[in-house]
């Protein structure tokens, strides 16, 4: 007689042979159920193929069943990476994701402002995206946890952080590329778009310095450019930069977009690579191994899980103490850096 609609609740209770509330207290995992009495309701589960129904359960126990996804520019390769991980990990728990994309500062505000609330959603993932000090004290009045992925703000500390060191990735690359042998090596980064605050850009700089003064090496103004992020632009960049009298032998570009623009500007220019010139980029995307791209990996679907994990042990233990996952970086070194000639 279920062949055509979906088996209830009162249909396992019919077959089982007990109340409504008993199939409520199984399905829930109420220890107060006698292991024979919850054998029969499993076995009818089984034997009308019963899917509970997740949203109502939720509702039924004042969740919504939903993971809000605040995230920049969802489209670009380190966030669709990231929300990979998300995806995949909220659909084997049952959640649903929401995602809300932000490509300009109003909606970033206005997203943290009606987002966090307990009606819509029962946690919140907030990537690359820094909040201010009033963000803070809202997310911290409201009783929806919110982790951070890819934030280094101190302002983030009492909530939970997937954090990831582009310091050390930086430095990383740098080095590479001074263990080869290079002296005259340049950085393109892209220009923080105004409002965003964001720091991954910054701090892949902050080691590229690191690395040279270590080194003893000089930090030469004119290799260091920044552009809005973009291939093309890079490009551009990474010709004004080997026009120089004296161009340098390697580039490091804080991120694989902008390092596949460097490539075609040594293509454009005639330049063998790496012969003539050392490229490498950063976050390892999906086409950096089919380019050969010499490269900073650092685990995008890997955090996008991890945020989820955290986030879930948030909703199940609100009292914890606030946590910080820092996720390794690691130079992987493919075909475009070679020592200088």
Known sequence: MFAHMRPTIKDI??????????????????????????????????????????????????????????????????????????????????????????????????????????????GVIVISLPPTATDVARFQRSSVPVVFVDVGNPLCQPFDRIVINDVEGGRMATQHLIDLGHRRIGYI?????????????????????????????????????????????????????????????AIFASNDTQALGVLEAARDLGLDVPGDLSVVGYDDIEMTDFLGLTTVRQLLFESGRRSVDALLRRIEEPEREPLCDSLPVELIVRRTTAPPR
């Not at 829930?28 to 292991?35: A, G, H, K, L, T």
């Not at 939903?66 to 990990?89: K, M, Y």
């Not at 959640?95 to 932000?102: A, E, G, P, R």
């Not at 409002?195 to 000089?218: M, P, Q, V």
Request: hydrophobic share 35%; glycine share 10%; charged share 25%.
């Open 13 to 122: 209770a019919e077959r089982a042979g007990v109340g409504l509330g008993t199939v409520s207290r199984v399905l829930n995992d109420n220890p107060r159920v006698s292991e024979m009495t919850r054998a029969k309701v499993m076995g009818a589960v089984r034997d009308l193929n019963y899917v509970p129904n997740l949203a109502a359960r939720g509702l039924s126990m004042g969740k919504t069943q939903s993971i809000a996804v605040i995230a920049p520019f969802f489209t670009r390769s380190v966030f669709v990476e990231r929300l990979h991980g998300i995806e995949e990990t909220t659909s084997a728990s049952g959640y649903d994701v929401v995602i809300y994309n932000v490509d300009a500062v109003e909606k970033r505000d206005r997203y943290f402002r009606t987002v966090p609330d307990p009606r819509r959603v029962d």
């Open 189 to 249: 980064g892209d220009v923080p778009q105004a409002g965003f605050n964001f720091t991954a850009g910054e701090d892949r700089f902050a080691g590229y310095r690191e690395a040279l003064a270590g080194s003893g090496i000089e930090i030469r103004p004119e290799y260091h450019l920044d552009g809005r992020f973009g291939r093309e632009v890079a490009r551009e960049l990474a010709h004004r930069m080997l026009g120089l009298p004296e161009r340098p032998t």
